[in-house]
């Protein structure tokens, strides 16, 4: 409870410099002010705070400061003094939401337990928000990003720490892992959530006009240069930009941008005059920018200023738990683009896949969805015949699921399948034959061959 914050309103000014003592005292940070309208000003919706106000005040009363703040955040804890004419006015504060009164003349030891108790309350209070807007965002994020892994549940958990600080990221990935989508996230889930996100991919630039396309130009600074133009960062103000491919950045652009982020100002392309931005700045690359600055093929120091904080985000072969779960997202959406539906997958379609390296990652995994809606997939025989329904198949497919289930269990380990599923070795080895099943698939890569 140690040097929690109170706001303290009255206008005796012996009374207020008595009070302000004893909180003190008692370990308690004050702001005394004289007045209700000098005080309202430092009151904001979440601020860790408690009041304690007079009623009978000149210019605005205890009853219309009460209200004013009930405006603002309702569940700030308000504690009024009032005189013995003031009873009555302080039980109708505690009807319109005041915490609590303590009459004149004020015993210290009594006002300390109903600060403390307020202050007590209001932490409560912050906490439970807190945790809601976490569930929120968690909810949220699990809509966006899909996927259980071990890997997806640590990038999601470091996500929603790094969104909530307004620092300079760097997203590492592969080729097709996403990186856009994540500084997207990272982007919707912060504080600057209703400023500009403005994505610049800088391999996809000329050389030549990557300074104008980023910092702007005057009219006439360069040959085409007909009118002013606003550059992107400018545009991002307030907001987030993001750096695809930064690696590709010309170290003359690279000059500009470390300005920009150390000193929070941009010059036009032809100006002299200084713009002031506010910016959250994601970059992300494919190459280790580490490594690459150490060589020389980057700028160190505006490597360091870029990255403050880090996320890498996991290949698809480290997160083939999410395969089912991504594919069967990705098909629903292939079937409602290309209005067609799509053939039903088995057990030992999924096993192929995830068999699969997935070179191009999740992007790669998108366009499978598309070529199986097609019936046109390189990496599974699917049919889009109408699904054979007869007996012999049915069980066929019951079958083949079961040994499936099984030689995961054990990876895929022999002895162990045929024990627990109670039949021959030899028989399994034919059933394996008969669908396709290869004990190497299953098995984990430290197992011996048997």
């Known amino acids: 409870m140690s040097q929690a914050s109170i706001i303290l309103v009255e206008d005796d000014k012996e009374l207020r410099e008595s009070l302000s003592e004893i909180l003190e005292l008692n370990g308690f940070r004050v702001n005394a002010f004289p007045s209700a309208d000098k005080a309202l000003p430092c009151i904001s919706y979440g601020c860790d705070a408690t009041i304690v106000s007079d009623i009978r005040m000149p210019n ?27 009873i009555e006015t302080a039980l109708q504060c505690i009807k319109l939401g005041a915490f609590d009164f303590v009459e004149k003349p004020l015993r210290p030891e009594h006002l300390i337990g109903l600060v403390t108790k307020a202050i007590q309350h209001r932490q409560l209070t912050l906490e439970n928000r807190r945790l809601k807007q976490s569930s929120r965002r968690q909810i949220s994020l699990d809509e966006v990003l899909l996927g259980q892994s071990e890997a997806m549940v640590k990038l999601k958990q470091r996500l929603i720490t790094l969104a909530n600080a307004d620092v300079n990221i760097v997203i590492n990935g592969e080729t097709g892992t996403g990186k856009e989508k994540i500084a997207r996230t990272l982007h919707a889930q912060s504080e600057r959530k209703d400023k500009p996100f403005v994505a610049i991919n800088c391999g996809a630039m000329p050389e030549n006009l990557i300074e104008s396309e980023l910092f702007g130009h005057e009219q006439g600074s360069f040959t085409g240069a007909s009118k002013k133009r606003i550059g992107k960062i400018e545009y991002a103000s307030g907001g987030t930009l ?191 034959k008969k669908y396709g099943l290869k004990r190497e698939e299953y098995a984990s890569e430290d197992d011996p061959e048997e």
């Not at 605005?60 to 003031?86: K, N, Y």
């Not at 506010?278 to 580490?290: F, H, I, Q, T």
């Not at 069967?328 to 068999?355: D, M, N, T, Y």
Request: net charge negative; aromatic share 6%.
């Open 60 to 86: 605005m009363d205890g009853v219309t400061f009460l209200e004013h703040i009930r405006q603002i955040d309702e569940e700030i804890p308000v504690i009024l003094i009032s005189g013995h004419a003031d």
């Open 242 to 432: 993001f750096l695809d491919e930064i690696e590709s950045m010309p170290l003359s652009a690279q000059i500009r941008l470390l300005r920009v982020i150390q000193e929070g100002e941009l010059e036009r392309v032809g100006s002299n005059q200084l713009v002031h931005v506010d910016l959250k700045v994601l970059s992300a690359s494919k190459e280790d920018l580490l490594a690459l600055s150490q060589k020389g093929g980057f700028r160190q120091d505006l490597y360091y200023r870029l990255s403050v904080a880090s996320l890498d985000i996991p290949p698809l072969r480290e997160r083939k738990d999410d395969i089912p779960l991504l594919l069967s997202h990705f098909i629903h959406e292939s079937e409602s683009r290309l209005g067609k539906k799509a053939p039903p997958l088995s057990p030992l379609h999924f096993q192929q896949l995830i068999a699969h390296d997935w070179p191009g990652n999740v992007r790669e995994l998108m366009n499978e969805a598309d070529r199986i809606t097609l019936g046109i997939s390189d990496l599974i025989n699917v049919s889009n015949k109408p699904e054979c329904t007869s007996l012999a198949h049915q069980l066929a497919q019951f079958e083949l699921q079961v040994l499936h289930h099984a030689l995961a269990r054990f990876s895929g380990h022999i002895g162990d399948t045929a024990e627990h599923l109670d039949i021959p070795r030899k028989n399994l080895y034919l059933r394996m």
